[in-house]
């Protein structure tokens, strides 16, 4: 099991300049992110749409840590290969995107990538009790997802269930929406240990000035360790 203390940082680039994307991969890195969160909406599940596999590969080579790719997409299983081939490390599918969820998560690992699996503020923790050998990682929206910079729903409880289910398994709890230094503790207490933030990190910087990147990151780390000691 990941340490509790081990929180890590994943910025969301639906949060940076669209037209370096490559500086900004590598200016959040140099900043202390341990993770990049790529996501990939398709207009159809989400109402709005951002990257192909294309896209996902022209980021792959600037990536030098964890490239987590969130499919908000559905059908999924379609995909799966083009984004697993396109150099995903991890692949998260929605529960809620298609009716057999155990065939997703079985082509998502034959694909090569490690497995997650997202829900929706509305579905509840227990819905992935059948699901948590399969799985990595279990992606806790905390915003409806389809667009960056939502406030923060408080799901704490539905952490706190979900690491109990979780028990002693490997399986990382991520947070996605609205992860601020102020809402990040209440997360981190309750379980999470992977926090995804766009607009917290990004603001204030830019690929020529990234050390406000930098600042966020860190502030972000501080607050969520400091709630677990």
């Not at 840590?65 to 396109?86: C, G, K, N, R, S």
């Not at 155990?102 to 819905?127: D, M, V, W």
């Not at 992606?139 to 269930?161: E, H, I």
Request: net charge negative; proline share 7%; aromatic share 6%.
């Amino acid at each position: 099991m990941p340490k509790r203390q081990d929180i890590k940082i994943a910025p969301s680039i639906l949060s940076a300049d669209f037209a370096d994307f490559g500086a900004e991969i590598r200016a959040i890195e140099s900043q202390g992110a341990d993770w990049v969160h790529v996501d990939v909406m398709d207009g159809h599940f989400v109402p709005n749409l951002t990257f192909g596999p294309p896209a996902v590969a022209a980021f792959r080579r600037h990536v030098t840590t964890v490239m987590d790719v969130h499919l908000m997409i559905a059908p999924v299983d379609p995909y799966i290969e083009a984004f697993a081939q396109a150099g995903a490390d991890i692949l998260t599918a929605h529960l809620e995107a298609g009716p057999h969820i155990h065939r997703t998560l079985q082509a998502i690992r034959a694909a090569g990538c490690k497995a997650g699996l997202a829900l929706n503020p509305g579905t509840p923790a227990e819905a992935v009790a059948p699901l948590l050998d399969m799985v990595d990682l279990v992606c806790v929206m905390t915003v409806n997802p389809g667009f960056g910079g939502q406030s923060f729903l408080d799901l704490t409880d539905k952490v706190r269930t979900l690491r109990a289910l979780i028990g002693d398994r490997p399986v990382h709890i991520e947070i996605d929406g609205g992860v601020t230094p102020d809402t990040a503790p209440l997360v981190a207490a309750a379980g999470a240990d992977v926090l995804v933030a766009g607009s917290a990190v990004f603001k204030g910087g830019s690929v020529s000035d990234p050390d406000p990147y930098g600042t966020n990151i860190r502030a972000i780390r501080k607050a969520a360790q400091g709630a677990i000691g």
